[in-house]
């Protein structure tokens, strides 16, 4: 919403105090409101629109209402299926849905806003118009206002214009939504939310669901389309030729036409890749993983590279000062009252500053002047103190490689301490008061390092071993020293020589290049953490990134896969596709698990579903061509389709695996699906011709029915035999029952009938189970010269 008249007028002491509470009522019931959408939900009509209206729905739909005026109710079974898979289907993306709202709640950014002149934390929904927010290092700008309180700001607006270094903000500038701080404080107030906001204008909908590239999604559609391609001219031909070639009225070529065109489609393919899909986040939201947007499982079971930010991701987010060690004399009782005094210089404190924090308690006689805070492209920070006599002093608190020249002999200290894996800052006196000049980092004194400690997360060690066990490389990527940085992997099994980053080429591919020779990486930029994983895709590699300070946010966005610690900065939630909101860096192996899950399943259940679309084309083509009546009625194949794939696809779809995902999805389907749906049709075909020759007389068409409904039948069983593979107890179960239900249909009367299946004389079944038997060899002869012949 733009900016009122009544926002306009509100005086300076007003804004500083914020809005009173009938102000905010004011705003709220005239809809001023900031009412996003959450990211990773669609409401329950976009769910029931998205599994209701499909083309192949349609299609079935309009079948359907045909055979229920034309057919007795078992030929209009396949509709009453479809009903149930599409109630399958919304029930299960609505128990998602439920499970990630619930999820977006907990891990949801709760920006501070002061009302009253008291600042309060608030749900991003609840802000209103002229509401003023206040703002600090790894906030994410939530509405688009004007910076009315600055305190060193700067602000990274890269993710909306573009533009890599930081803009420093002073009172009256504007700040965007989807912008992110990355150094100082501040204040500023709501000019627009809402669906107004910059960013929702940019990317409403894409914020709201988006997807990441799914190569399962995009290759179902690619065979979708190719299948619609085949059905449309099949269909047309089939209904031409069985309304003239008639042996028992109109109404019995219509059940018929419309039982060769339904198994065409291959309907429950997308509903139970949808299943699948909100399935793994139901079971991943169970372990406190936010999935936000769904193909995300499936991208980091394809991810043969990932990036870790050292701190927050393989070591915990605090640390702990382990030594002062002063230099060049200093006074050690002085020195800590200056690092004390640094507490006060950063309200929003990072964990090194924190530490210190804890450590050397703030003296009340000193007072802060002026404070440079800290941003990870500087390297340290600064502030200018009033001492307690009335002198006055500025002091730098960074990485001693960047405020020392090369040769210093405190690097040398530095270098032992970073070995044993141990964070260093220097504390260094500069000769100048004045913190913006962009050289006061030529002439200081340093006065002591301070030495912290890491705590390593004590489930990182075996989530990189799994990850190694995998084919999955890790490349530490940290803006620490590179040296402790490496010792710091070296602990958790990782090898290999640390590369300080700023040796790295610039270019691109002499980048990757180094990228691909080294582990881990030191001194590392944000903007090069982002080029990095740029250099590591233009390889090839699908790379996921995981982080949870505001540095890594340009690398999180450019990631295949980003995923951020729930106790992450604002701005790393808000970008990555996947949130640990347990802070467990081993949640990170059951999410790889449901992605193979998914890839490994899919992929056998979709040759299940295109085997019969590529037997059901080629059956329609030859009753087409011979000019006979098709062999099949709608509850015939309703019953096969679901004894050898329905249920069986139930089961499979959902069940534990743990392939390695492959790429080319369309190309592994259709290398068994073609060749396994041209057996099974030439086989039933033939067999059907042969009942042809062999019957006569009344009731000839269905015994012809029944001897080729049992030939596809068991061609059929033995596709999913090979599916199934390898065998546990419960596929083999699986497989036996379904033969055993098919079985029982021959044996009971009442299911002959309505079934429609009735098997005459014995020479005719037994020629079938032959017919099925010749089939069943040269589908295993097939499949293996597939494998050889069209490796995946």
Same mark, same amino acid.
């Given at each position: 919403?733009?900016?009122?008249?009544?926002?306009?007028?509100?005086?300076?002491?007003?804004?500083?105090?914020?809005?009173?509470?009938?102000?905010?009522?004011?705003?709220?019931?005239?809809?001023?409101?900031?009412?996003?959408?959450? /990211?990773?939900?669609?409401?329950?009509?976009?769910?029931?629109?998205?599994?209701?209206?499909?083309?192949?729905?349609?299609?079935?739909?309009?079948?359907?209402?045909?055979?229920?005026?034309?057919?007795?109710?078992?030929?209009?079974?396949?509709?009453?299926?479809?009903?149930?898979?599409?109630?399958?289907?919304?029930?299960?993306?609505?128990?998602?849905?439920?499970?990630?709202?619930?999820?977006?709640?907990?891990?949801?950014?709760?920006?501070?806003?002061?009302?009253?002149?008291?600042?309060?934390?608030?749900?991003?929904?609840?802000?209103?118009?002229?509401?003023?927010?206040?703002?600090?290092?790894?906030?994410?700008?939530?509405?688009?206002?004007?910076?009315?309180?600055?305190?060193?700001?700067?602000?990274?607006?890269?993710?909306?214009?573009?533009?890599?270094?930081?803009?420093?903000?002073?009172?009256?500038?504007?700040?965007?939504?989807?912008?992110?701080?990355?150094?100082?404080?501040?204040?500023?107030?709501?000019?627009?939310?809402?669906?107004?906001?910059?960013?929702?204008?940019?990317?409403?909908?894409?914020?709201?669901?988006?997807?990441?590239?799914?190569?399962?999604? $995009?290759?179902?559609?690619?065979?979708?389309?190719?299948?619609?391609?085949?059905?449309?001219?099949?269909?047309?031909?089939?209904?031409?030729?069985?309304?003239?070639?008639?042996?028992?009225?109109?109404?019995?070529?219509?059940?018929?036409?419309?039982?060769?065109?339904?198994?065409?489609?291959?309907?429950?393919?997308?509903?139970?890749?949808?299943?699948?899909?909100?399935?793994?986040?139901?079971?991943?939201?169970?372990?406190?993983?936010?999935?936000?947007?769904?193909?995300?499982?499936?991208?980091?079971?394809?991810?043969?590279?990932?990036?870790?930010?050292?701190?927050?991701?393989?070591?915990?987010?605090?640390?702990?000062?382990?030594?002062?060690?002063?230099?060049?004399?200093?006074?050690?009782?002085?020195?800590?009252?200056?690092?004390?005094?640094?507490?006060?210089?950063?309200?929003?404190?990072?964990?090194?500053?924190?530490?210190?924090?804890?450590?050397?308690?703030?003296?009340?006689?000193?007072?802060?002047?002026?404070?440079?805070?800290?941003?990870?492209?500087?390297?340290?920070?600064?502030?200018?103190?009033?001492?307690?006599?009335?002198?006055?002093?500025?002091?730098?608190?960074?990485?001693?490689?960047?405020?020392?020249?090369?040769?210093?002999?405190?690097?040398?200290?530095?270098?032992?301490?970073?070995?044993?894996?141990?964070?260093?800052?220097?504390?260094?006196?500069?000769?100048?008061?004045?913190?913006?000049?962009?050289?006061?980092?030529?002439?200081?004194?340093?006065?002591?390092?301070?030495?912290?400690?890491? /705590?390593?997360?004590?489930?990182?060690?075996?989530?990189?071993?799994?990850?190694?066990?995998?084919?999955?490389?890790?490349?530490?990527?940290?803006?620490?020293?590179?040296?402790?940085?490496?010792?710091?992997?070296?602990?958790?099994?990782?090898?290999?020589?640390?590369?300080?980053?700023?040796?790295?080429?610039?270019?691109?591919?002499?980048?990757?290049?180094?990228?691909?020779?080294?582990?881990?990486?030191?001194?590392?930029?944000?903007?090069?953490?982002?080029?990095?994983?740029?250099?590591?895709?233009?390889?090839?590699?699908?790379?996921?990134?995981?982080?949870?300070?505001?540095?890594?946010?340009?690398?999180?966005?450019?990631?295949?896969?980003?995923?951020?610690?729930?106790?992450?900065?604002?701005?790393?939630?808000?970008?990555?596709?996947?949130?640990?909101?347990?802070?467990?860096?081993?949640?990170?192996?059951?999410?790889?698990?449901?992605?193979?899950?998914?890839?490994?399943?899919?992929?056998?259940?979709?040759?299940?579903?295109?085997?019969?679309?590529?037997?059901?084309?080629?059956?329609?083509?030859?009753?087409?061509?011979?000019?006979?009546?098709?062999?099949?009625?709608?509850?015939?194949?309703?019953?096969?389709?679901?004894?050898?794939?329905?249920?069986?696809?139930?089961?499979?779809?959902?069940?534990?695996?743990?392939?390695?995902?492959?790429?080319?999805?369309?190309?592994?389907?259709?290398?068994?699906?073609?060749?396994?749906?041209?057996?099974?049709?030439?086989?039933?075909?033939?067999?059907?011709?042969?009942?042809?020759?062999?019957?006569?007389?009344?009731?000839?068409?269905?015994?012809?029915?029944?001897?080729?409904?049992?030939?596809?039948?068991?061609? $059929?069983?033995?596709?999913?035999?090979?599916?199934?593979?390898?065998?546990?107890?419960?596929?083999?179960?699986?497989?036996?029952?379904?033969?055993?239900?098919?079985?029982?249909?021959?044996?009971?009367?009442?299911?002959?009938?309505?079934?429609?299946? /009735?098997?005459?004389?014995?020479?005719?079944?037994?020629?079938?189970?032959?017919?099925?038997?010749?089939?069943?060899?040269?589908?295993?002869?097939?499949?293996?010269?597939?494998?050889?012949?069209?490796?995946?």
């Amino acid at each position: 919403m733009t900016h009122t008249d009544a926002g306009a007028e509100l005086d300076v002491p007003t804004r500083a105090r914020g809005l009173t509470t009938a102000e905010v009522a004011e705003r709220t019931a005239r809809g001023e409101i900031n009412d996003v959408p959450v /990211r990773s939900s669609r409401s329950l009509a976009d769910i029931v629109r998205a599994n209701v209206f499909t083309r192949f729905n349609a299609i079935i739909g309009s079948l359907w209402l045909i055979m229920l005026f034309v057919a007795p109710i078992a030929d209009s079974l396949f509709g009453f299926v479809i009903l149930a898979n599409t109630g399958i289907g919304i029930l299960q993306e609505w128990r998602a849905k439920q499970t990630l709202d619930s999820l977006a709640v907990i891990g949801e950014a709760r920006p501070t806003v002061r009302r009253d002149g008291i600042a309060t934390e608030v749900a991003t929904s609840e802000i209103v118009l002229d509401d003023l927010i206040e703002i600090g290092p790894g906030d994410r700008i939530v509405v688009d206002g004007e910076c009315v309180e600055a305190d060193g700001l700067e602000i990274d607006e890269s993710l909306l214009t573009g533009e890599a270094d930081p803009v420093v903000k002073t009172p009256g500038d504007r700040v965007m939504s989807g912008s992110f701080v990355v150094a100082g404080g501040g204040a500023f107030t709501a000019t627009r939310v809402g669906r107004e906001a910059y960013a929702a204008q940019l990317a409403e909908e894409a914020s709201r669901f988006t997807l990441v590239h799914s190569e399962l999604r $995009s290759g179902i559609s690619t065979i979708l389309k190719y299948v619609t391609w085949m059905m449309v001219p099949t269909a047309i031909g089939l209904v031409i030729s069985q309304l003239v070639v008639k042996r028992h009225g109109l109404k019995d070529s219509v059940a018929r036409t419309v039982g060769g065109i339904v198994p065409m489609v291959p309907e429950g393919l997308v509903l139970l890749t949808s299943v699948a899909f909100a399935i793994g986040v139901i079971r991943l939201g169970r372990k406190q993983c936010l999935v936000q947007e769904l193909p995300a499982i499936e991208g980091l079971a394809r991810v043969d590279t990932v990036c870790l930010d050292k701190t927050g991701t393989l070591t915990e987010g605090g640390m702990d000062v382990s030594e002062l060690s002063t230099l060049n004399g200093s006074d050690p009782t002085y020195v800590r009252q200056v690092l004390g005094a640094f507490g006060e210089s950063d309200p929003r404190p990072n964990a090194s500053l924190q530490a210190i924090i804890d450590a050397y308690p703030d003296s009340e006689e000193w007072r802060c002047v002026e404070s440079l805070p800290f941003s990870s492209a500087r390297k340290y920070s600064g502030a200018t103190f009033s001492e307690g006599d009335g002198e006055t002093s500025t002091w730098l608190l960074g990485a001693p490689d960047v405020l020392l020249p090369d040769g210093d002999p405190a690097l040398a200290e530095t270098e032992r301490l970073n070995e044993a894996g141990l964070r260093v800052l220097l504390l260094a006196r500069a000769a100048r008061d004045d913190l913006d000049v962009p050289d006061i980092t030529e002439h200081t004194t340093p006065a002591a390092l301070v030495v912290l400690e890491q /705590r390593l997360r004590a489930d990182a060690a075996d989530t990189l071993r799994y990850f190694a066990g995998q084919d999955v490389r890790a490349k530490v990527i940290s803006g620490d020293n590179a040296v402790s940085v490496g010792s710091v992997a070296a602990k958790l099994g990782l090898d290999g020589t640390a590369v300080d980053a700023r040796r790295l080429p610039a270019e691109r591919h002499e980048m990757a290049a180094a990228l691909d020779e080294a582990t881990v990486f030191g001194r590392v930029t944000p903007q090069q953490k982002r080029d990095m994983v740029g250099a590591l895709q233009s390889r090839g590699h699908t790379v996921a990134m995981t982080g949870d300070g505001v540095n890594d946010v340009l690398a999180l966005k450019d990631a295949d896969i980003g995923v951020s610690m729930g106790s992450g900065s604002e701005a790393t939630r808000a970008v990555a596709q996947i949130v640990l909101l347990d802070n467990s860096f081993a949640t990170l192996p059951s999410v790889v698990a449901e992605g193979r899950r998914v890839i490994g399943n899919i992929t056998r259940v979709a040759t299940l579903f295109l085997v019969k679309t590529v037997y059901s084309v080629l059956l329609a083509v030859l009753v087409v061509c011979w000019g006979v009546e098709y062999p099949f009625l709608p509850r015939h194949l309703t019953l096969l389709s679901t004894l050898t794939i329905g249920v069986p696809a139930f089961f499979l779809a959902l069940a534990p695996n743990k392939e390695r995902a492959r790429p080319h999805f369309v190309r592994r389907v259709m290398r068994y699906s073609i060749p396994g749906g041209l057996v099974a049709g030439v086989a039933t075909f033939l067999m059907y011709l042969i009942a042809r020759h062999y019957y006569t007389g009344d009731g000839s068409l269905d015994a012809e029915t029944s001897a080729a409904t049992l030939t596809l039948f068991l061609i $059929s069983l033995w596709v999913l035999a090979i599916i199934a593979r390898p065998y546990t107890w419960w596929r083999v179960t699986l497989v036996a029952l379904m033969a055993v239900a098919f079985v029982c249909v021959l044996a009971v009367p009442a299911l002959q009938t309505f079934f429609a299946l /009735r098997l005459v004389g014995v020479a005719m079944p037994w020629a079938a189970v032959g017919v099925a038997a010749v089939a069943a060899v040269a589908l295993e002869f097939l499949w293996k010269w597939v494998d050889r012949r069209f490796p995946a």
